[in-house]
C-alpha cells in the first residue's frame, strides 16, 4: 500500500476511533458540549481524509471535481465544531464573528452545488502530478470561482473569532489554555485558509490540498483540552475525596453525626456516626419515613414543622427531639439543617449535622427537679412561718363550731326544741366547717411536693388565696394589706402554686420590712394591672424603709440576707420561678417610702 494512502487512513481511522470513544461520553454527560463539538470535528476529520484521499489518488478530473464539491460538507461541519467548541471552552467573545462566519459558510456551501463545478473552480482544465511522501498524487488546474471568496471570508470571520477568543481567555489569567489551545486553534484554521487560498486561487501552481493535516491538527489541540481537563477533575475528585475524609474526622471527633437528603428520590446519605445516633445499621437503605418513624410520637409534629418552614423560607432550621432507639431506649438529638434549592427555587436537598445530647438533658432535667425541691423546701419553710396564725384561723371556726354544738344540746333538751334554731345553728356549723377546711386545703396544696403544672390562672383568686392564708399573720403584725385586682383582668398563664409562693415569699418580706415602724404606717399594696404588651403585671409595695440602692439587685441572689433569723432564698427562688413563666422579677424603691416589688406574668390565651 501506498504511503499516502496509509497515513491519510490512519487519519481517518483515529478520528473515527476518537469520536466512537467521546461520544458515549457526551451522551452520558449532555452538559459537555465541548465533548460533542469534539466528536463532530473528530468524525468531520475523517470523512474529510477519506474524501481527500479520493481526491490525492483521482485520475478524471469530473470526478475529481465532484469530490471536491462534496468535500465541503465535512469542512462546514468542522468550521461548526470548531466554532463551537472555541465558543464553550475558550472565554469567547464577539459571537456574532462566529455566527458571520458559519452563515458565508453554509451560503457557500449551496454556492458549492450551484455554481461552477464546485465551489472552488468554474472549471478544472487538468490534474498534475505532485509527488508527495515519494508518491504521485494529483493536483488540480483550473479556472477559480470568483464565489470561492465567500467561503474564504466566512474563514477568516472564524479565524478573527478564535483570536479574539484567545485574547480573552488570555486576559481572564488562563493563560497556558490560551497558548496552548487558543493559539493553536487559531493557527492551524488560518494555516489551512492559506494553503487553500494559495492553492485554488492558482498562486502556487500544481500543488495538491492536504487539509486533513490541518484539520487532524484542530482535532489534536481539542483533544489535549479534554485530557487536560479530565486529568485536572480527577485531580479535583482526589482533593474532594481528601477534604470529605478530612471533614469526616472532624465530625466523628466531635461526636457530629452528618447526613445528605436527595429530595426527589428520598434518598439519605449519612455518615457511620449518624447511622449509629439514630440506631441505622451500616449500609440499610434510610428515606424520610423511616427517620421519622425513630422520632419520639411527640416530638414528631414540630419536627416537621420546623423542616416545612426552613423550606417555605428558603433558609435553615435548628431542632431538638427525642429519638425512641429500636431497643426502647430514649436519646436526645439535637440537629442543625439547611435547605438548597436549584435555580428555579425547587427544594433539591437538606443536608446536616446531629449530636447526642442526651446527658445535656439530663442535667437539665436533674437541674429542674433540685430547683423544684429548693422550692418545695422553701414553701415548707414559710408554712412554718405562718403555722402558729394558721393554727388560729382553723382553732377559730372550730371553737365556733364547739360553742354551737353546745348551745344546740342546750335547745334540744327543752320539752319543745325550736327546729328553726337548731337549722341556723347548723348551718353556722357547716359554714364553719367549710372555713377550716379552707384554710386546711389551702395549707395542704402548699406543702404538697408536685411537678410543675401550668394552667389559665384568675389573679384575683390566686392573690385571694395568699391573702386568705396571710390574713392571720397579717393581722397580729398590725399590718394592713390592701388588694386591688380589676374585675376585667384576663386570665394568666403559669403554675398555681408557684405563683402563690412567690407572692407569699414577696408579701412575708414586706412585712418583716415594717417592722418597728409604728401601727398608722404599716401596709401592704397588692396591685394586678393589664399591661400593654406583657400580659399582667403583679406589684407588692409597701411602707417600710426601703432597699439600699446598692442592694437592689444583690438581694435576689442566694443567701443575701440582712435578717437574724433570714436565709436568703426566698427572693432567689422567686425570680427563679418568674424566669420560668417568662417574665422578670424586679425590685425598685418607692418615691416617698418603702418599696415595690414587680413581676409579669403571660396571658393565658
Ligand atoms: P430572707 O427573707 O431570708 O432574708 P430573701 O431573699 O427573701 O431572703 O430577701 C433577701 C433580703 O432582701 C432581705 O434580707 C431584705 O434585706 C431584703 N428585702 C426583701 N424584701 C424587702 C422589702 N420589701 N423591703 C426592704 N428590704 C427587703
Known amino acids: 500500500m501506498n504511503p499516502v494512502t496509509v497515513v491519510w487512513s490512519m487519519i481517518a481511522a483515529a478520528c473515527l476511533t476518537l469520536a466512537a470513544v467521546h461520544l458515549p461520553v457526551w451522551w452520558r454527560n449532555r452538559e459537555a458540549r465541548a465533548t460533542l463539538a469534539f466528536t463532530l470535528a473528530a468524525t468531520s476529520t475523517a470523512a474529510i481524509a477519506i474524501l481527500e484521499l479520493q481526491l490525492l489518488n483521482s485520475r478524471s478530473v469530473a470526478a475529481y471535481a465532484e469530490t471536491l464539491k462534496w468535500g465541503h460538507v465535512p469542512v462546514a461541519l468542522m468550521m461548526i465544531s470548531l466554532a463551537a467548541f472555541a465558543y464553550h471552552y475558550l472565554d469567547a467573545d464577539w459571537p456574532w464573528l462566529a455566527i458571520g462566519g458559519l452563515a458565508l459558510r453554509l451560503v457557500s456551501l449551496v454556492l458549492d452545488f450551484t455554481t461552477g463545478v464546485n465551489i ?5 482544465t487538468r490534474l498534475h502530478d505532485f509527488t ?13 470561482n470568483p464565489w ?10 472564524l479565524a478573527l473569532f478564535l483570536a479574539r477568543a484567545t485574547v480573552m481567555t488570555w486576559r481572564r489569567g488562563r493563560r497556558a489554555v490560551a497558548v496552548f489551545v487558543g493559539c493553536s486553534l487559531t493557527f492551524y484554521l488560518a494555516a489551512g485558509a492559506c494553503q487553500a487560498f494559495l492553492v485554488y486561487w492558482g498562486l502556487v501552481p500544481a500543488a495538491p490540498s492536504t487539509l486533513s493535516l490541518f484539520s487532524l491538527g484542530v482535532v489534536v489541540v481539542m483533544g489535549y483540552a479534554l485530557s487536560v481537563d479530565l486529568l485536572r477533575a480527577r485531580r479535583l475528585v482526589l482533593d474532594l475525596r481528601e477534604r470529605e475524609e478530612e471533614a469526616n474526622l472532624a465530625a466523628d471527633a466531635a461526636n457530629l453525626g452528618i447526613w445528605t437528603r436527595y429530595i426527589a428520590r428520598d434518598e439519605i446519605r449519612a455518615s457511620d456516626k449518624w447511622r449509629e445516633l439514630f440506631g441505622f445499621r451500616p449500609g440499610e437503605q434510610v428515606g424520610t419515613d423511616q427517620v421519622l418513624a425513630r422520632i419520639h410520637v411527640d416530638d414528631r409534629a414540630t ?3 420546623r423542616l416545612t418552614q426552613a423550606a417555605r423560607e428558603h433558609g435553615g432550621y435548628q431542632s431538638e427531639f427525642r429519638l425512641v432507639l429500636p431497643d426502647g431506649r430514649l436519646r436526645w438529638i439535637a440537629a442543625l439543617g439547611r435547605i438548597d434549592f436549584d435555580a428555579r427555587g425547587r427544594a433539591l436537598r437538606s443536608r446536616g449535622a446531629c449530636i447526642d445530647i442526651t446527658a445535656r438533658k439530663n442535667t437539665e432535667q436533674e437541674m429542674l427537679r433540685l430547683r423544684q425541691d429548693i422550692a418545695h423546701v422553701s414553701r415548707v419553710s414559710v408554712m412554718g412561718q405562718l403555722a402558729s396564725n394558721l393554727a388560729h384561723e382553723i382553732n377559730q371556726p372550730l371553737g365556733a363550731i364547739l360553742r354551737n354544738a353546745e348551745a344546740a344540746t342546750l335547745i334540744l333538751q327543752k320539752p319543745a326544741p ?14 364553719d366547717d367549710q372555713r377550716a377546711g379552707e384554710v386546711v386545703d389551702r395549707m395542704r396544696t402548699m406543702l404538697r411536693r408536685r411537678e410543675l403544672a401550668m394552667a389559665p390562672l384568675d389573679c384575683g383568686q390566686v392573690l385571694g388565696d395568699v391573702a386568705a392564708l396571710l390574713r392571720a399573720d397579717a393581722a397580729a403584725r398590725h399590718v394592713g394589706l390592701e388588694l386591688a385586682v380589676p374585675a376585667d383582668l384576663p386570665a394568666v398563664r403559669g403554675d398555681r402554686v408557684q405563683i402563690q409562693q412567690v407572692l407569699l415569699n414577696l408579701i412575708l418580706n414586706a412585712m418583716d420590712a415594717l417592722d418597728g415602724l409604728d401601727d398608722q404606717s ?4 397588692v396591685t394586678a394591672r393589664r399591661q400593654e404588651t406583657q400580659g399582667v403585671e403583679i406589684s407588692v409595695a409597701d411602707s417600710g424603709p426601703g432597699i439600699p440602692a446598692d442592694q437592689l439587685e444583690r438581694i435576689f441572689e442566694p443567701f443575701v440576707t440582712t435578717k437574724t433569723q433570714g436565709i436568703g432564698m426566698g427572693l432567689s427562688i422567686s425570680r427563679g420561678i418568674v424566669e420560668t413563666h417568662g417574665g422578670r422579677l424586679r425590685a425598685e424603691n418607692n418615691a416617698g417610702r418603702g418599696a415595690t416589688f414587680r413581676f409579669t406574668l403571660p396571658l393565658a390565651g
Open 522 to 525: 404599716r401596709f401592704v399594696a
Open 148 to 157: 470561492m471568496a465567500i467561503a474564504q471570508l466566512g474563514v477568516i470571520l
Open 418 to 431: 325550736d327546729l328553726q334554731e337548731i337549722d341556723a345553728i347548723l348551718e353556722d356549723i357547716r359554714n
Open 132 to 144: 508527495l511522501l515519494g508518491e504521485r498524487v494529483a493536483a488540480p488546474e483550473g479556472v477559480p
Open 303 to 305: 419536627f416537621a414543622k
Open 120 to 124: 472552488n473552480y468554474l472549471e478544472i
